[in-house]
Every structure is written in structure tokens, then in C-alpha cells.
């Protein structure tokens, strides 16, 4: 039973460069969430989703973008990386909103 | 403006003994109260979860306890293993946006 699964697990770009971090699921929920983690913080909400077609801002979406296509996948996309967007990105799900969160492991992005 | 906090960055403590993690919100609308465990390189895991109609709920060597006139959540571990050591985050459903809100996480170091 895979759950959550990211790829990469870690990446190095450079300021200007874009790139899309995968996610999926085998779980068949709806409710699909990509959160930042920085040093000392807690998880910052990116984007969400409620289903596919449908996706919303969460607190911090600014330089980034997602689509949400099929029930399983839920990318996100960082078009002209910054440094500020050096962090630990991960994505979870939820059967409904209320319900706990399934987190995969992580992707840890520099932007140098 | 942080919602949720968590005031302790770090906690040591002996094994055999609790360990009480803290928590304050500031919003007395929220209603349901999750904590997360995270170990390094992987991401968070359920852990235990509290609905505000209650003031505690156990779950093995794992209780939770919810203060609502304080607006406080704690987190106790007894007895405390050298297997508990990870990062604790607390968050909190906020049914008037629909998203959880996580606190900033407190490091649990259990020294054998």
C-alpha cells in the first residue's frame, strides 16, 4: 500500500529555473493539499484540492501552480524559482476535510 | 498573526517518564485538535485527534487533553520512549475556512 508517494526527493535549482513536484495517491480520496515547510515553522498550506477540476489558494500560493486532472495526481508547479521558495514541500490527503491527513515524505528543494 | 502556537521549540526528557508537549489557539470557533508526529526525512504522521465536545481523549501510552476556556491542547506521553523522539505538531480544523492550521512544532528528545 503505497499512500502518498512525492518525486523528487530532493532537487537543486537555479533562480529563474521551473519544475513540477509529483504526487500521488492509490487511497481514492478527494481532498489533495501541498504544504512548505520552513526551518522552525509549521506547514504553511500552498494549494488544495477538493476533487478533480477543482483546486483553491491556500495561505502562501504566490509563485507557484497546480491542476488537479485525475483523482490520484496532484502536482505542483514553481515557475521562476526564488530562493525564498528554498524549503521541504509536502503532499498530503484526506478522505473528507475533517479526516486526518495521509503526508508523503517530503521534497527538499534549493534554489541557489 | 499565528493561530496556533507551539511556545516550546525542544523538550528533553528521561525514559520511563511523561512528556507533555503544550499548545494555545487563539480562536474559539475551532473544533477539532490534531496532533502530528514527524520524524527526520519523512513526513508527518497521524497521531491522535480530539473533538471539542470532549476534554480528553486516550489512545495507549498517548492522551490528549483540551482546555477550552484556555484555549490550550496538551499532548501527553506516558511512559516516554527513546522511539518518541520526533517533532510534534499540533493543528487545528478551522470550519469556518475548512483547513487545518499546524503550530510550529516542538523537537521531543528521550534520552535512555
Known amino acids: 500500500n503505497a499512500g502518498v508517494t512525492q518525486t523528487p526527493k530532493f532537487r537543486i535549482l537555479k533562480i529563474g529555473q521551473s519544475m513540477t513536484l509529483q504526487c500521488t495517491q492509490d487511497?481514492?480520496?478527494?481532498?489533495m493539499y501541498w504544504y512548505r515547510q520552513d526551518p522552525g515553522m509549521g506547514l504553511k498550506l500552498i494549494y488544495y484540492?477538493?476533487?478533480?477540476?477543482?483546486?483553491d489558494k491556500g495561505e502562501v500560493p504566490n509563485g507557484y501552480n497546480v491542476s488537479r486532472s485525475t483523482t490520484e495526481d496532484f502536482p505542483l508547479r514553481l515557475e521562476l524559482a526564488a530562493p525564498s521558495q528554498t524549503s521541504v514541500y509536502f503532499c498530503?490527503?484526506?478522505?473528507?476535510?475533517?479526516?486526518?491527513?495521509?503526508f508523503g515524505s517530503g521534497t527538499q528543494l534549493s534554489v541557489l | 498573526d499565528q493561530q496556533v502556537k507551539q511556545n516550546s521549540p525542544s523538550l528533553s526528557v528521561q525514559e520511563g517518564r511523561i512528556s507533555i508537549l503544550n499548545c494555545d489557539y487563539t480562536?474559539?470557533?475551532?473544533?477539532?485538535f490534531l496532533w502530528y508526529k514527524k520524524y527526520p526525512a519523512e513526513g508527518p504522521t497521524f497521531l491522535i485527534s480530539?473533538?471539542?465536545?470532549?476534554d480528553k481523549n486516550e489512545d495507549g501510552r498517548f492522551t490528549v487533553f483540551l482546555n477550552k476556556s484556555a484555549k490550550h491542547l496538551s499532548l501527553h506521553i506516558v511512559p516516554s520512549q527513546p522511539g518518541d523522539s520526533a517533532v510534534y505538531f499540533c493543528?487545528?480544523?478551522?470550519?469556518?475556512?475548512?483547513?487545518?492550521?499546524f503550530g510550529q512544532g516542538t523537537t521531543l528528545q528521550v534520552k535512555p
Open positions: 498530503a490527503s484526506a478522505r473528507d476535510r475533517r479526516e486526518k491527513l495521509f
Open positions: 487511497m481514492n480520496h478527494n481532498y
Open positions: 484540492s477538493v476533487g478533480a477540476g477543482i483546486t
Open positions: 480562536n474559539s470557533m475551532f473544533d477539532y
Open positions: 480530539i473533538s471539542s465536545i470532549k
Open positions: 493543528a487545528v480544523f478551522s470550519g469556518n475556512t475548512g483547513k487545518l492550521i
